[in-house]
């Protein structure tokens, strides 16, 4: 087969151009190696909604008739190379249309690479990366979230070190000195060029073997037939809700068996339970009604239903008493009022210091670190 | 009137482009006067095209923003009376909702060109491709034609303008782009050089139907039982001069841009020896091909025809090119709700364009793909093996299929 298919998994808007950028220099670098590509977007992820994980692919043959025959199914089954823009999602994928959560390797091939552009390493990384039953190369290119490409976000070269590094761990996707001269073309920038070149001398890819990472059955459903679903397209309410997890006293709403949350939201809200006044305004505003009441009249974030949209902290009179976090701090969706319940002095070694360091980070749009180039570009520098 | 102001365009080149891309590149090569858009998925992505190119300067054109489908189409018409190059389009309910516009469009002979980027009809909400939206000008004097790659898009719509405004035609000219597969997917196109294009497309030249002060002149005035069957008749015989003047252009076309299926009516797909023939519109075509080339290898005769132009529909061409096979599978992304065999549009003119014929094939109809969803390979091979056992037991045990449908 002399196909190659690489598929790039990014935030929604935020990474749109970034990830369009990075798909079509593979077709135009192929291009230049003598081959025909194609690329596109996952329709089911458009119009795109800010920040929600979605898809570009693109696709190299040898000739238009192998391109045909690995389109003949549009959206790729398995790709060579998948490269993840947010190692947030890691954890896995949530389009919003809707499929459960999809392991970030689900397509990549036995033998093919995972590109994570991440500051974590790999062992941190795949705490979180579901376990595969075949092995595949794990290569991290060091850098927070970009957003380059975004309206005023600065051009910090993400697409061209991801073009690098990928010309590395694939070599029959597209030449280095192809993509080179590909960028050279598109960009007339020598910099820009370089940043590839760098790249592609610097990516190392690490093996990771069958079973590695994380062993948690991603959520999955099934579709019912046009015989089992109701008429008239009407989905039924969901029911009121009742008591705190099934007893008398709090409240919790009815929530959806089958629509859950998980890396959707690039941040997610922890609380300090020992100043919350109980003034009730997160749960008012929260747009996914994700707080519970609690027994002792407290609200604790449901993370099954949290978008990390930030509004509870917006709202929340008390400082500090809500802080989103960067969802790379976390590897489940535990309660945290659980958490502080059993162990109110372990709960507070935990949450405070990392309340202390999410204030002293610039942050966009749910993202930490971004805007983060000056630091990016001396580690860059190292 | 506009002119492209830019030294774009003036080298054939090679573009990565989507099919709504490569149709707004062939509004500018076709230097278009006047452009209307009013956005929904998954048309919109030409609008944008165009505008990207208004502000880069590349192509200097009237372009209106109306505040609904139907004044969009209303403008176009209008432009088009006064002899404007016109582009236009919508999907899915936004072509429907400029359904009044479209409809005497065609009856006053105003040659705009649209795309209908192809989407479900909501509600319920849905983005993907399924044909009905454009199939429903099928009844109104609209040429209308169905593109499976980008590079098609592109030489169609020159051709589109080349045919609709030819005045022994003057009948407007849908494009029909699958909605993503199409409409949302990069490919290589070659673009043809302006200089080409001028040589291939005269300019639009409304004569003395053209609405302008130096020709006064009434369009459309009230008639009603006493005027309204000739005026009919005039656009029957026009779309009955049209097949002739397709082949012209698309001759031509083929001359000068060296591209281009030798029919431009039907496009055959290892047919010739076929005893089953797979019958289909669109990106369909990607898929299938690749159905075909395996069931060659495994030595079964079978082929696939595509159905490009659906008005003026190819009747000759389908009767001789279908005429010798056993079997004829047609793939609907359609459906007529209530038709005669509850099937697809499409299959019940191919079954009216076969009934004439002496020796007449097994018919069997599949609605696949609807609403975007995929149809694979091992579909097309499931629907030719159910027309294979209708051919060997001679009994048509259901007339339509629908193909992976959850149960």
Redesign the interface.
């Known amino acids: 087969m002399a196909t190659r298919a690489v598929e790039v998994v990014y935030r929604g808007i935020f990474q749109r151009t970034l990830a369009r950028n990075i798909v079509r220099n593979i077709v135009f670098a192929a291009r230049k190696d003598g081959k025909i590509g194609t690329a596109f977007g996952r329709y089911s992820d458009s119009p795109e909604r800010n920040g929600i994980p979605a898809k570009q692919f693109a696709v190299v043959s040898d000739t238009a008739l192998e391109l045909e025959e690995s389109l003949a199914v549009y959206e790729a089954t398995a790709v060579d190379v998948t490269i993840n823009l947010d190692d947030a999602m890691c954890k896995g994928i949530e389009s919003w249309a809707w499929y459960g959560l999809q392991p970030i390797n689900e397509l990549t091939k036995p033998g093919g690479t995972l590109i994570v552009t991440s500051r974590q390493d790999a062992p941190s990384l795949l705490e979180d990366i579901h376990q595969k039953d075949s092995s595949y190369g794990l290569a991290i290119i060091p850098s927070t979230v970009s957003f380059s490409g975004l309206w005023v976000y600065k051009d910090d070269h993400t697409d061209m070190r991801v073009l690098g590094a990928i010309c590395k761990v694939c070599p029959d996707l597209v030449s280095l000195k192809a993509m080179l001269v590909s960028i050279e073309e598109q960009t007339g920038n020598e910099a820009k060029v370089s940043s590839a070149q760098r790249a592609f001398d610097r990516t190392t890819s690490r093996p990771v073997e069958p079973g590695e990472g994380n062993t948690e059955t991603p959520f999955s459903f099934d579709m019912p037939g046009w015989k089992t679903m109701e008429e008239g397209v009407v989905i039924r309410a969901l029911p009121q809700g009742g008591g705190f997890r099934g007893g008398d006293e709090g409240y919790q709403p009815g929530r959806s068996e089958v629509f859950k949350k998980w890396s959707t939201r690039s941040m997610r809200p922890v609380i300090n339970f020992d100043t919350c006044i109980k003034c009730t305004l997160c749960w008012l505003q929260c747009p996914d009604t994700c707080f519970d009441i609690t027994p002792d009249g407290l609200y604790d974030a449901n993370m099954e239903s949290c978008c990390g949209c930030g509004v509870c902290e917006a709202v929340c009179p008390v400082p500090d008493c809500i802080t989103m976090v960067g969802e790379a701090e976390f590897n489940d969706n535990n309660s945290q009022w659980d958490a502080w319940t059993a162990d109110k002095d372990s709960y507070n070694k935990w949450m405070i210091p990392l309340v202390e360091k999410q204030k002293s980070e610039v942050r966009t749009h749910g993202f930490h670190h971004v805007g983060g180039y000056d630091e990016e570009i001396n580690a860059e520098e190292d | 009137m506009a002119t492209v102001q830019t030294k774009l365009y003036e080298k054939e080149s090679?573009e990565?482009i989507?099919g709504s891309e490569a149709i707004g590149i062939a509004c500018a090569l076709a230097d278009v006067d006047v452009i209307t858009a009013y956005p929904i998925?998954?048309y919109d992505t030409v609008m944008q095209y165009v505008s990207r190119l208004k502000a880069d300067g590349a192509f200097d054109f009237d372009y209106i923003i109306a505040e609904s489908e139907h004044s969009q189409f209303e403008i176009v018409k209008h432009a088009s009376a006064v002899g404007a190059r016109t582009f236009t389009g919508s999907s899915g309910v936004g072509w429907f909702y400029a359904f009044e516009a479209i409809t005497v469009t065609a009856g006053l002979r105003m040659p705009v060109v649209a795309m209908v980027g192809n989407r479900a009809l909501d509600?319920?909400g849905a983005?993907?491709v399924e044909h009905n939206d454009a199939l429903a000008v099928r009844d109104l004097g609209w040429h209308l034609y169905w593109v499976a790659t980008a590079q098609e898009a592109l030489d169609m719509a020159l051709i589109a303008y080349k045919v609709a405004e030819d005045p022994r035609v003057l009948l407007p000219f849908a494009l029909s782009c699958d909605?993503?597969?199409l409409t949302?997917?990069?490919?290589?196109v070659q673009v043809p050089s302006r200089d080409q294009v001028e040589k291939f497309l005269p300019p639009y030249k409304r004569g003395k139907l053209q609405l302008h002060p130096d020709n006064p002149i009434t369009v459309a005035p009230q008639v009603n039982e006493d005027w309204l069957m000739e005026i009919r008749k005039q656009t029957d015989e026009a779309m009955r001069r049209t097949p002739e003047v397709i082949k012209e252009a698309y001759e031509e076309f083929r001359e000068i841009f060296g591209r281009g299926d030798p029919s431009p009516f039907i496009e055959e797909y290892m047919c010739e020896d076929a005893e089953i023939i797979v019958v289909g519109m669109g990106t369909l075509a990607?898929?299938t091909?690749?159905?075909i080339r395996r069931m060659r290898e495994a030595g079964k005769k079978v082929g696939f025809l595509r159905v490009k132009f659906f008005r003026p529909f190819p009747a000759e061409e389908l009767q001789k090119a279908l005429g010798n096979a056993k079997g004829v599978a047609v793939i609907d992304r359609d459906y007529s709700y209530g038709s005669p065999s509850y099937g697809g549009v499409l299959f019940h003119e191919l079954r009216s364009t076969m009934y004439p014929m002496d020796k007449r094939p097994v018919m069997l109809n599949f609605i696949a793909g609807l609403g975007?969803r995929?149809v694979?390979?091992g579909d097309i091979e499931q629907i030719v093996e159910t027309t294979q056992t209708a051919i060997d037991t001679g009994k048509i045990e259901q007339e339509t299929t629908w193909v992976s449908?959850?149960?």
């Not at chain 2, 949302?184 to 290589?188: C, D, E, M, P, T």
Request: aromatic share 6%; proline share 10%; hydrophobic share 40%.
């Open positions: 090679e990565l989507s998925r998954p509600d319920p983005f993907g909605g993503s597969f949302h997917s990069q490919a290589i990607m898929p091909r690749v159905a975007g995929e694979m390979v449908v959850r149960e």
